[in-house]
């Protein structure tokens, strides 16, 4: 079964510091990996996904498919980047599996 | 450009009733997505459309649930009865067709069920 699992509920870094957060799937086959990010009091909105390779807002994702991870990395958090973030993996843009989500908190 | 609008925000009712969720998409968006977003978990895919047609509704609820997107624009869902554990929010999300993964969320309408 397609699952997508994000080991921490709660990040805590200082404003500076490198930011990883974890995630993990299940998947048999080759999913579409994404990362979303819902600011406060905004809505859910796409950050990043694996094909593109880009860099948004200083956030990148490498996609590890022998260790079945799909960690998102930032070299020097902002307070601005403080975030509930959720992983999630398609297949061929059908069948979306979020992860349930990791709060970042980026300390002044 | 506007965003998706759902309707109405929050909704309170007892459990055994009936109670139906609006959305509109982003005008021109090709797929409509409904997904349940209980508290401290993320969002669960209850439906997927094309335009009119049904992509996955593999994890939609048929016993209770239902949604139709008439002429391919908005879109209801529906729970009867309800029961306790559908307390959620309730997402309405929108995409291009040569962009799923570009999905447009909206607004959310909270349900509570006491």
């Known amino acids: 079964a397609q699952r997508v699992t994000q080991p921490e509920k709660l990040l805590s870094v200082f404003k500076g510091a490198p930011v990883e957060l974890k995630c993990n799937y299940s998947?048999?086959?080759?999913?579409?990996l994404f990362w979303y990010v819902q600011y406060s009091r905004q809505r859910l909105q796409l950050l990043l996904r694996?094909?593109s390779r880009e860099s948004i807002k200083g956030f990148t994702a490498d996609l590890n498919k022998g260790e079945t991870s799909f960690h998102l990395k930032k070299p020097f958090a902002q307070e601005e980047d403080s975030a509930m973030y959720y992983c999630a993996l398609s297949n061929y843009g059908q069948n979306f599996v979020f992860g349930p989500g990791t709060r970042l908190s980026v300390l002044p | 450009e506007a965003g998706v609008a759902q309707s109405p925000r929050y909704k309170i009712i007892e459990k055994r009733q009936s109670v139906a969720f609006w959305c509109n998409p982003i005008s021109g968006h090709a797929t409509l997505y409904w997904y349940q977003q209980i508290l401290g978990q993320g969002p669960k895919l209850l439906i997927q459309?094309?335009?009119?047609?049904?992509?996955?509704d593999s994890q939609l609820p048929k016993d209770r649930f239902s949604a139709e997107r008439l002429k391919g624009v908005d879109s209801t869902l529906k729970i009867q009865p309800a029961k306790l554990e559908d307390s959620a929010v309730y997402l309405c999300?929108?995409?291009?067709?040569?962009?799923?993964?570009?999905?447009?969320f909206g607004p959310g309408t909270r349900l509570t069920v006491t």
């Open positions: 999300a929108s995409s291009p067709y040569w962009a799923p993964y570009e999905q447009y």
């Open positions: 998947y048999s086959g080759s999913p579409e």
């Open positions: 459309f094309q335009n009119n047609g049904v992509v996955d």
């Open positions: 694996h094909i």
